[in-house]
T-cell receptor, first 116, second 115 residues
Framework: AQKVTQAQTEISVVEKEDVTLDCVYETRDTTYYLFWYKQPPSGELVFLIRRNSFDEQNEISGRYSWNFQKSTSSFNFTITASQVVDSAVYFCALTHGSSNTGKLIFGQGTTLQVKP | DTAVSQTPKYLVTQMGNDKSIKCEQNLGHDTMYWYKQDSKKFLKIMFSYNNKELIINETVPNRFSPKSPDKAHLNLHINSLELGDSAVYFC??????????????FGPGTRLTVL
């Protein structure tokens, strides 16, 4: 069975702190894709990143970085020098590559509050 | 130009009523989805259509009936609304053929409140 766990329900930091959001996944597939989405207070879901199971390179995009480790089945997300605008719910998600459905399995979400 | 649009954005109705939510995507994608986000923010897939064909039906009560008149539209009709149906419903689309791992683009959501 496929499962995504985001153990941190809520995180609160002060602006300019670094913060890491954890994501642990379970799948029996060898080909799969992992995603992060952001849901700001306005409610829309914004795609942040996709990573396939064969690419373990870490990725950096501005203040955002992602660490994918197959050995620990984790795909963690770090925000460096957090800002108030980073306050949102962040979702990690998984889909398996052999499927023709594209079905996303989401984690429970982590609510990040960045205080000024 | 909105990629995935949903109407209405808010829907408040009484128990027992029937209501519909409409979704349209202009991205040329072949697959569309309905997700439900409950009060605890948990997102779960309900249905998926690929080129107008139903490919996912996640044990959703049969009071929920999706309909895809063409691959750019996916509507959700709900009969006999219940209090537990109150949630935010998201439509999404992606190009699955040739790339099952392609990202999904989400609509703005429809907040349904059943009184």
């Amino acid at each position: 069975a496929q499962k995504v766990t985001q153990a941190q329900t809520e995180i609160s930091v002060v602006e300019k702190e670094d913060v890491t959001l954890d994501c642990v996944y379970e799948t029996r597939d060898t080909t799969y894709y992992l995603f992060w989405y952001k849901q700001p207070p306005s409610g829309e879901l914004v795609f942040l990143i996709r990573r396939n199971s064969f690419d373990e390179q870490n990725e950096i995009s501005g203040r955002y970085s992602w660490n994918f480790q197959k050995s620990t089945s984790s795909f963690n997300f770090t925000i460096t020098a957090s800002q108030v605008v980073d306050s949102a719910v962040y979702f990690c998600a998984l889909t398996h590559g052999s499927s023709n459905t594209g079905k996303l399995i989401f984690g429970q979400g982590t609510t990040l509050q960045v205080k000024p | 130009d909105t990629a995935v649009s949903q109407t209405p954005k808010y829907l408040v109705t009484q128990m027992g009523n029937d209501k519909s939510i409409k979704c349209e995507q202009n991205l040329g994608h072949d697959t569309m989805y309905w997700y439900k986000q409950d009060s605890k923010k948990f997102l779960k897939i309900m249905f998926s259509y690929n080129n107008k064909e139903l490919i996912i039906n996640e044990t959703v009560p049969n009071r929920f009936s999706p309909k895809s008149p063409d691959k750019a539209h996916l509507n959700l009709h709900i009969n006999s609304l219940e209090l537990g149906d109150s949630a935010v419903y998201f439509c999404a689309s992606s190009q699955v053929t040739g790339g099952p791992g392609n990202e999904q683009f989400f609509g703005p959501g429809t907040r349904l409140t059943v009184l």
